[in-house]
Structures are given as structure tokens and as C-alpha cells.
């Protein structure tokens, strides 16, 4: 395709049509197209799909079907992509939001939820923001308080515009900078602590190519067996979570068992693991007594 010759000629279900056959595949190219004509929804796209499109919506287009071909991985190229009941801005700084964090998301939400009158939660190592956004935005807007950390500075940021596409769900968020407990108040004791930390280990030969080869590796890789950063959280957590306080943890599908004894060593009571929707290991919890 190219901008210039395009500009004014030709409409949305010409260039559905295109980009379908240049990237093989009509869904993604729809979404590609939706983005790119600003419309809000599906709904909207397909109203406009005789509309033409500007030079400025052709050479975005173009340029975001050009960072798909060479492999970047359609989440990053749409800059955008959906975590429960929110969509997030999306960029290489964080993660890509997926469909078993998720259920981790789940998980915390309804430990937060049978807290009450108020409840306090904290979002360890947030990246785009996905999990602890999404329990701020889930849960009563008059009673639940949420922090969320990162230790990297850039991915604070893309949490930060999550926040403020957030609506009024956004004023319950606290940012906070720092490596997992060291970045919260000393002060704060939390209802539910929840994180999607790194637990890949190092070398591994399960990652998919494409995702160590785009997503930050500070957000993947937790030492020789991935569990540096769990095993940092675990031991903190019980200073810094009430009694009968949650810790929800997102774990590696080979970690069920380190995670349970990590969680009993620990102090932690009524410890699980919890399987995600391809049947593997994936959520650990623990209750401090
Ligand atoms: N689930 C990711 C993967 O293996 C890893 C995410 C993480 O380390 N928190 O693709």
C-alpha cells in the first residue's frame, strides 16, 4: 500500500480487503482497521466500511501492517488489547495482558471482594497496570483502594495512561516505584497483595520465540529456576498483609509444588494451586493466619 496514492480513493472495505491479503489472516486485519479508522467499536467499523479513508488513517494503517509482517506481535502493533471488562494501552515497555492472568485477576477480585467495609490492595510489579486496574474498576468504587508498583519506571508510565483511560475507578489507584514491598509505604498492611511477577527461568527452553524476542525481559526472567522473585515475595508478604490477608500469585505451570511449599515455609495457610484454562498450573494462593 502507499499513503499518498491512496489518499481520498479508497474506502474501509477496500482496504479490509488489502490488508487481509497482505497479512493472511481477515480478523486481524479488521482489528488492524478498526484502529486504525478511530472507531471505537466493531459496530462503528462496519458502519463506516464505505467511508473513505484519510491519508492520515491510510499511513497509520500501512505502518502498523508493515510492524506486523516483520513479526511484532499484533498487541504491540494495535497498541491496545483488552483485560476483562478494560482495555489497556499496550507497548513494548510491559507485557502483553493474557488470558491466565486473567483468571489470577479473578482470583484476587473475589478475595478483595469478600472483604469488608473497604478493602486495600496492592498489585506488585503491575506492568501495563492490567490486574490491579481491573480490580479498581470491578469492585465498589466507594470502598476499594489500590496500589500498584513497578520497578520500572517505563512501565509505571504505560500504567499511568491506563489509569486515566480508566474512568472514575482511576481516582482508587495509587502509583508507587520500587521493586515489589520496597516500593509501597511502610505503614500499609493489604486485604489481598497480588502479582504477575517474572518466573521464567533463565534460559528456558519452553518460552515461545516470539515472546522473549518482544516482551521485556524483566517482566519473564526470575533467575536459574524463575523463582527469585516469588520466593522475594512470598517472604515478604506476611509483614506486610493483615491477618487473614491474601497473596495471589500468577506461577509458572512447573511451579505448583515449589510455590505450595515456598507459601507453607512461609506461614501461610489454606495454600493452592489453581490450574488456568489449558489445564496447567498458574495461580498459587495463601492466607496469613
Ligand atoms: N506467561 C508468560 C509466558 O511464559 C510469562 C509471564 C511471566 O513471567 N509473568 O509466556
Redesign the pocket.
Known amino acids: 500500500m502507499n499513503a499518498e496514492s491512496l489518499e481520498g480513493t479508497i474506502t474501509w472495505r477496500e482496504l479490509w480487503a488489502e490488508t487481509s491479503n497482505l497479512i493472511g489472516d481477515r480478523a486481524h486485519a479488521r482489528w488492524l482497521c478498526e484502529v486504525a479508522s478511530g472507531s471505537v467499536d466493531g459496530d462503528e467499523f462496519l458502519a463506516r466500511l464505505d467511508e473513505q479513508a484519510t491519508e492520515r488513517m491510510v499511513g497509520h494503517l500501512d505502518a502498523m501492517t508493515t510492524r506486523l509482517r516483520a513479526g511484532e506481535p499484533l498487541q504491540y502493533v494495535l497498541g491496545e488489547w483488552s483485560f476483562r471488562r478494560i482495555t489497556l494501552a499496550v507497548d513494548r515497555r510491559v507485557?502483553i495482558p493474557?488470558p491466565?492472568?486473567e483468571l489470577v485477576a479473578e482470583v484476587a477480585l473475589a478475595k478483595a471482594a469478600a472483604v469488608g467495609p473497604t478493602r486495600l490492595v496492592a498489585d506488585l510489579?503491575t506492568g501495563s497496570g492490567a490486574i490491579g486496574l481491573s480490580i479498581a474498576h470491578e469492585l465498589p468504587l466507594d470502598s476499594t483502594m489500590v496500589w500498584i508498583t513497578d520497578a520500572s519506571t517505563e512501565a509505571l508510565d504505560v500504567a499511568r495512561a491506563n489509569i486515566a483511560g480508566l474512568g472514575p475507578a482511576g481516582v482508587n489507584v495509587r502509583v508507587a516505584h520500587g521493586s515489589w514491598f520496597d516500593a509501597l509505604p511502610a505503614e500499609l498492611v493489604f486485604d489481598v497483595v497480588v502479582a504477575?511477577?517474572?518466573?521464567?527461568a533463565v534460559g528456558?527452553a519452553?518460552?515461545?520465540v516470539s515472546?522473549g524476542d518482544w516482551?521485556p525481559h524483566a517482566?519473564?526472567?526470575?533467575g536459574p529456576d524463575?523463582l527469585d522473585d516469588i520466593r522475594r515475595i512470598i517472604a515478604d508478604a506476611p509483614a506486610r498483609l493483615r491477618p487473614g490477608g491474601w497473596l495471589v500469585l500468577?506461577i509458572?505451570a512447573d511451579q505448583g509444588d515449589a510455590v505450595a511449599n515456598l507459601l507453607s515455609s512461609a506461614g501461610f495457610v489454606d495454600a493452592e494451586i489453581r490450574r488456568d484454562l489449558a489445564g496447567l498450573d498458574r495461580i498459587a494462593l495463601g492466607r496469613r493466619p
Do not use: K, M
Open positions: 507485557l493474557r491466565e492472568t510489579g504477575n511477577p517474572p518466573y521464567v528456558s519452553d518460552l515461545e515472546v516482551e517482566a519473564l526472567f526470575a524463575g500468577e509458572g
